[in-house]
């Protein structure tokens, strides 16, 4: 059940500008460069020079690079930077006979959580499997289902030292259970019961104290060896998914439903000492380093938020960039930032180095085995390219920005002796913090926001089209009907591999207010003809109805319906009768649509 927000007691952030003359100058000064100036020393990789840049829209769709760059002629494999650890896609069962293990194992698991330390990596599932597996053994050491309620999901995992030294997982689960696993002797040993459901638990350094929280707006501190209530956690307004405790076990954070993440001290827990506010949603992950300076939370999406504990939580940075977030982890050593990005086609990992000697940001983006080491100095200038510093293979994201300046004590970067490297794509960041250079504080105009739009909608439906008019795709172009910034249309050249080559279709687009948790509604303004476009514009594409993600943009959407005019789909047509003809007679099915385009796409 929804619980109205309620924002009395919580702390705003100062709102941020897109520092478009910035990007300007940092697009311009890219465009100068090129990678023949390079100072590199080290050129194993190669030139990439000579580069194709010809990528058609379906080869993109199917998460060909959109750069063009010649992987083949590099000297790193995607298969040298990787290997499987474990499959759940088939059926697993564990190698080794331990007591209360579930000897038959699972088929085709779901994995809803998983955590790793050391050399034990512990998954859990939708109903309410567990499997544990030593990375330094071969196959499945340990299985075993919490429950057989129909509401198992686990939600969290938690691996930690007991006080004898043995190593013990803990288990949130929907069954509004925690369940504490010895993983030495393979047996449950403790199970505490709770009215709600536990979506997170955290346990204190000390080992003597639980956070909890779960589907209820009051979080619970609880004694870890008796599950008694210690202290109710009152503050936030809704559903709470995440929770941790900072090394130095005085104070722990909960992050909410209601946008916020609040820090709580255990010596004073009538009220939450610091608020911390999002931007599109929920709080699901909190992490502190281990030497407890800095914590990170994320949002279900696009934001990670970085805090300077010293400061009380006054000073943050803010990485930003498209796509949704299945986690984030700081390395033990404190010098890396990490961050799970899930997308069906460029599912990431995103690397920030700590940063030393008053730099920005060291990035290391991962997607779909390439790997990117990009550094934005302090004057937002990114230096040329390194060709040495091209990794590996696959497709690079394409959207990374820089914002807004941070108090150089946040940052994360290499040692003072470390080279800067940059590249010209990456995922976006943003920083707030320390005040504008004087020479780029203006900020840029903005068109005004829907009379029903949200703020949140307004800021990501602007950061799109910045990225449209920088690099817009392949035959596509989009922007807004005049001042409304919700409302845009695109144009889409016929594919010259279709019979739809030579023609030019507009498409309308709506954006609605809380995009982009929901998909903005495309229309076709020319009459095309085509077995998934009806006479109305309609559009049967699946990532616009129940395949949507937060992570997709216009720019992927217009690509896939260019794809999508090469290559119908007529086992799943909005017009049965056209995709008929398409199947029985295809010469047929070209020939009226070439009549077509002729008639209405090209007048």
Not at 492 to 511: E, K, L, R
Request: aromatic residues 8%; charged residues 25%; glycine residues 8%.
């Amino acid at each position: 059940m929804s619980i109205p927000h309620r924002g009395d007691d919580m702390d705003e952030m100062a709102e941020d500008y897109d520092m478009g003359d910035v990007e300007d100058d940092m697009y311009e000064e890219f465009q100068g460069s090129g990678l023949g100036d390079s100072d590199s020393d080290d050129e194993e990789y190669g030139p990439l020079d000579g580069r194709a840049t010809d990528i058609s829209s379906a080869q993109a769709r199917k998460g060909k690079d959109i750069q063009g760059i010649p992987w083949s002629t590099l000297s790193i494999t995607r298969e040298s930077q990787k290997y499987e650890v474990m499959n759940v896609s088939g059926h697993i069962a564990p190698e080794e006979r331990l007591p209360g293990s579930l000897l038959e194992g699972f088929s085709q698991i779901q994995v809803s959580t998983l955590a790793i330390k050391d050399k034990l990596l512990v998954a859990g599932g939708f109903q309410g499997e567990l499997i544990c597996k030593f990375l330094d053994r071969k196959g499945i050491s340990f299985c075993c289902r919490t429950t057989y309620d129909d509401n198992a999901i686990t939600n969290a995992l938690d691996i930690y030292d007991s006080s004898s030294g043995a190593v013990h997982f803990m288990s949130s689960n929907n069954d509004c259970g925690i369940r504490d696993f010895d993983l030495e002797k393979c047996q449950l040993c403790k199970h505490f019961h709770f009215q709600w459901p536990v979506n997170h638990t955290s346990l204190s350094p000390d080992g003597k104290l639980l956070v909890i929280v779960g589907d209820d707006p009051d979080g619970m501190l609880v004694d870890a060896h008796t599950g008694k209530t210690v202290h109710k956690l009152q503050g936030h307004v809704d559903f709470s998914f995440a929770s941790a405790w900072n090394p130095d076990g005085q104070t722990f954070a909960t992050g909410n439903q209601d946008k916020t993440c609040r820090v709580w001290d255990v010596r004073n827990l009538s009220k939450s000492v610091a608020v911390l506010r999002g931007n599109l949603g929920a709080i699901r992950s909190i992490r502190f380093t281990s030497d407890g300076r800095f914590m990170a939370m994320a949002e279900p999406a696009d934001f990670v938020h970085i805090f300077d504990v010293g400061s009380g939580y006054n000073k943050q940075q803010e990485l930003d960039f498209f796509g949704e977030i299945s986690g984030v982890s700081f390395s033990p050593d404190t010098e890396a930032l990490f961050v799970g990005v899930w997308d069906r086609t460029y599912g990431s990992l995103l690397q920030y180095s700590r940063l030393r000697n008053y730099l920005y940001l060291d990035s290391l983006r991962m997607a779909s085995g390439n790997l990117l080491l990009i550094l934005i100095s302090r004057s937002f200038r990114p230096k040329p390219m390194r060709r040495s510093h091209v990794l590996n293979n696959g497709s690079a994201a394409r959207s990374i920005r820089v914002r807004r300046p941070c108090d150089p004590q946040l940052h994360l970067s290499p040692s003072p002796d470390s080279k800067s490297q940059s590249s010209p794509t990456a995922a976006t960041r943003r920083s707030r913090g320390s005040p504008l250079p004087t020479d780029l504080s203006a900020p840029p105009r903005r068109l005004p926001l829907s009379p029903s739009g949200g703020h949140m909608a307004s800021k990501r439906i602007q950061k799109e089209l910045l990225d449209l008019q920088r690099d817009p795709p392949a035959s596509c172009s989009a922007g807004p009907v005049g001042e409304d910034l919700f409302h845009w249309q695109a144009t889409i050249m016929g594919p010259a591999d279709s019979p739809y080559a030579g023609g030019v279709f507009f498409v309308m687009i709506h954006f609605p207010a809380d995009y982009p948790f929901k998909p903005p509604k495309v229309n076709f303004q020319t009459k095309v003809y085509h077995p998934n476009i009806n006479s109305n514009g309609s559009i049967c594409l699946d990532i616009l109805k129940d395949q949507w993600s937060p992570a997709l943009t216009i720019s992927k959407v217009l690509l896939s319906i260019s794809s999508l005019l090469t290559d119908p789909n007529p086992d799943d047509p909005l017009v049965p009768e056209i995709a008929h003809i398409y199947k029985t007679h295809r010469s047929r099915y070209e020939e009226i649509a070439r009549s077509w385009t002729q008639k209405y796409a090209m007048g």
